[in-house]
């Protein structure tokens, strides 16, 4: 399964502009994006609709669960409609837009696709009427799973920006019990984790596997998908005598699982998450689960927690572990932009398509990013343009009449202040001072 193109009609922001003046009403109710096959990487500054592409993704892919009787499908909320504000007058109003619409385009199983989920009005519930065919693909590979057909069923998820803190409530950690085959979509599309979902599957395979005393194929997924992402662990495991996940470093160290570093525990957990899910979903591919598993994973600020060194290569990580998933995410990092391929990025603050592969990272951050002149740090582009100030008005200071000098001395005194404890920089700009007639007079 993949999503090729999204159309997104009055969705949270996507609606443009703020202001609406009558009578001639200007603005653009619907955004189209298109995506790559394989990772797609989201850019923009804040509030411009990175989260918001994402949840109307989960709503689009969540719409194959309409055809499943016992998962939900994500609708749209009264709170993500987009809002209008017209002016009559000296009045203005607020005014949702609808209807609301997501349409998205792609394949699923080989086959193209494309269907619709609408919010028609305030009192109405999202329909249906656009997304049939969908519908019916749903309750098809629900019934091939319930008659034991090795059906491929395409693997979904949303990792939300709160996926290490915000935690479903479960406080058992009983061995999971055999199970659908569909209970690989449990919580798949809600951004808040469920890292229990995972530990009590991890633990019920370990305990199999003691039983049965030999290795089991999608316990096995799980585990190398984790080795050929988390750099520089070795191994994980699910002690029973412990009854904790344990973690076990390249030099031979061992910690539990939740005494790992954020960036560390978020990658593991995310990773360990997915083949978990490719596992349960199609476990007919035993221990090539999750290479072989298709689907459409989505993941808010990929980057999270990670240290630069590993969000150069953290793509790259996935692609290789799971080279079937089509991955959308967003960053705000020049070293995951540095990491694409050409077509893989979406820049909701320019239409205009480019490849910044390999480039430099101050070129991205100057030219995707608008960072100002990022080779260099704020303090020293504030402290320059204070010294160019410094010698406008010194030069105003050689030629101006007595009763303009205390004037032009304090805002000398203004210019230098802020850098003060830089003892170099500030003795110079008092030399130049003296220099020029314009020092303080002896006491």
């Known amino acids: 399964m993949r999503i090729d193109?999204?159309?997104?009609?009055?969705?949270?922001?996507?609606?443009?502009?703020?202001?609406?003046?009558?009578?001639?009403?200007?603005?653009?109710?619907?955004?189209?994006?298109?995506?790559?096959?394989?990772?797609?990487?989201?850019v923009g500054d804040n509030g411009t609709g990175k989260t918001a592409l994402l949840d109307a993704l989960a709503i689009g892919l969540g719409s194959l669960f309409l055809g499943f009787d016992q998962i939900e499908s994500r609708g749209i909320r009264k709170d993500e409609v987009s809002l209008a504000r017209f002016q009559y007058?000296?009045?203005?109003?607020?005014?949702?837009?609808?209807?609301?619409?997501?349409?998205?385009?792609?394949?699923?199983?080989?086959?193209?696709?494309?269907?619709?989920?609408?919010?028609?009005?305030?009192?109405?519930?999202i329909t249906r009427q656009g997304a049939t065919e969908i519908f019916e693909l749903g309750?098809?590979?629900?019934?091939?799973?319930?008659?034991?057909?090795?059906?491929?069923?395409?693997?979904?998820?949303?990792?939300?920006?709160?996926?290490?803190?915000?935690?479903?409530?479960?406080?058992?950690?009983?061995?999971?019990?055999?199970?659908?085959?569909?209970?690989?979509?449990?919580?798949?599309?809600?951004?808040?984790s469920n890292e229990k979902l995972l530990l009590r599957w991890l633990k019920a395979m370990?305990?199999?596997?003691?039983?049965?005393g030999k290795l089991v194929g999608v316990l096995e997924a799980v585990k190398q998908a984790v080795i050929n992402s988390v750099e520089?662990?070795?191994?994980?495991?699910?002690?029973?005598?412990?009854?904790?996940?344990?973690?076990?470093?390249?030099?031979?160290?061992?910690?539990?699982?939740?005494?790992?570093?954020?960036?560390?525990?978020?990658?593991?957990?995310?990773?360990?998450?997915?083949?978990?899910?490719?596992?349960?979903?199609?476990?007919?591919?035993?221990?090539?689960?999750?290479?072989?598993?298709?689907?459409v994973v989505l993941i808010d600020e990929i980057d999270l927690h990670?240290?630069?060194?590993?969000?150069?290569?953290?793509?790259?990580?996935?692609?290789?572990?799971?080279?079937?998933?089509?991955f959308i995410a967003s960053t705000h990092s020049p070293f995951i932009v540095?990491?694409?391929?050409?077509?893989?990025?979406?820049?909701?603050?320019?239409?205009?398509?480019?490849a910044y592969a390999d480039k430099s990272i101050e070129d991205i951050a100057e030219q995707v990013m608008d960072v100002e002149v990022p080779q260099r740090g704020e303090r020293y582009q504030e402290m320059m343009a204070a010294a160019k100030a410094y010698y406008r008005v010194l030069q105003e200071g050689k030629q101006a009449p007595p009763d303009q000098v205390e004037a032009l001395k304090r805002r000398l005194?203004?210019?230098?202040?802020?850098?003060?404890?830089?003892?170099?920089?500030?003795?110079?700009?008092?030399?130049?001072?003296?220099a020029a007639g314009l020092g303080e007079e002896p006491l």
């Not at 370990?206 to 049965?212: A, D, H, S, V, W």
């Not at 560390?264 to 596992?279: E, F, H, K, P, S």
């Not at 990670?306 to 089509?326: A, S």
């Open 232 to 295: 520089l662990w070795h191994s994980m495991d699910y002690d029973i005598r412990q009854d904790e996940l344990i973690i076990t470093a390249a030099d031979g160290r061992t910690l539990p699982f939740r005494m790992l570093s954020d960036g560390v525990r978020n990658m593991l957990a995310m990773v360990a998450d997915i083949a978990y899910r490719a596992a349960v979903l199609n476990p007919q591919h035993g221990i090539e689960a999750a290479r072989a598993t298709s689907g």
């Open 338 to 354: 540095q990491s694409l391929r050409p077509g893989e990025l979406i820049n909701l603050d320019s239409e205009k398509p480019a």
């Open 5 to 42: 193109t999204i159309q997104i009609t009055n969705f949270r922001g996507f609606t443009a502009p703020v202001l609406f003046v009558l009578p001639k009403p200007t603005f653009m109710p619907q955004r189209e994006f298109t995506f790559s096959e394989q990772f797609n990487v989201i």
């Open 306 to 326: 990670l240290h630069p060194k590993w969000q150069r290569r953290v793509v790259e990580d996935l692609r290789r572990t799971f080279p079937r998933i089509q």
């Open 89 to 125: 007058a000296d009045t203005a109003t607020i005014e949702p837009q609808y209807p609301v619409k997501i349409t998205c385009i792609g394949r699923i199983g080989g086959q193209p696709l494309s269907w619709t989920r609408t919010l028609e009005g305030s009192g109405g519930r």
């Open 206 to 212: 370990e305990i199999i596997q003691l039983q049965q």
């Open 413 to 434: 005194d203004e210019l230098t202040a802020p850098f003060s404890d830089n003892v170099a920089y500030h003795a110079f700009l008092e030399m130049e001072r003296e």
């Open 139 to 192: 309750r098809e590979l629900q019934r091939a799973v319930r008659s034991g057909k090795p059906v491929e069923l395409p693997l979904l998820a949303y990792y939300g920006t709160g996926r290490l803190w915000l935690q479903k409530k479960e406080r058992s950690l009983e061995p999971a019990k055999p199970a659908s085959r569909t209970a690989g979509y449990l919580d798949c599309l809600d951004p808040i």
